[in-house]
């Protein structure tokens, strides 16, 4: 499987962005996707996921409430749909795929190249 993430960009505080990922493969629905974010001088974390049919999602405290993770899996994709965005938001943005949820928190089969996403105050 092969991750194209696109959809970063430069937005003010408060601001909306959505990011997509491109999955190559037709495996892609029996993956679990997710994503992840690493700020600048920091270690990657975890953002959200979501199974493989879409029903269960999983968020990060910080982005809870304001973030939402969707899939397409006619279309192979799986999108971060970002509001109320805060310049502690500000990082590059990975996805990825896992075989279960364990597995895409702890060690993703496959990652995407990031996309940066930068909220000014």
């Known amino acids: 499987v092969q991750l194209q993430a696109s959809g970063g960009g430069l937005v003010q505080a408060g601001g909306s962005l959505r990011l997509s990922c491109a999955a190559s493969?037709?495996?892609?629905?029996?993956?679990?996707m997710g994503w992840f974010r690493q700020a600048p001088g920091k270690e990657r974390e975890f953002v959200a996921l979501?199974?493989?049919?879409?029903?269960?999602?999983i968020y990060a405290g910080s982005v809870k409430g304001r973030f939402t993770i969707s899939r397409d899996n006619a279309r192979n994709t799986v999108y971060l749909q970002m509001n109320g965005l805060k310049p502690e938001d500000t990082a590059d943005y990975y996805c990825?795929?896992?075989?279960?949820?364990?597995?895409?928190?702890?060690?993703?089969?496959?990652w995407g190249q990031g996309t940066l996403v930068t909220v000014s105050s």
């Open positions: 979501i199974s493989p049919s879409g029903g269960s999602t």
């Open positions: 493969g037709r495996t892609f629905r029996s993956y679990v």
């Open positions: 990825a795929a896992g075989s279960t949820s364990v597995a895409l928190r702890t060690a993703p089969a496959y």
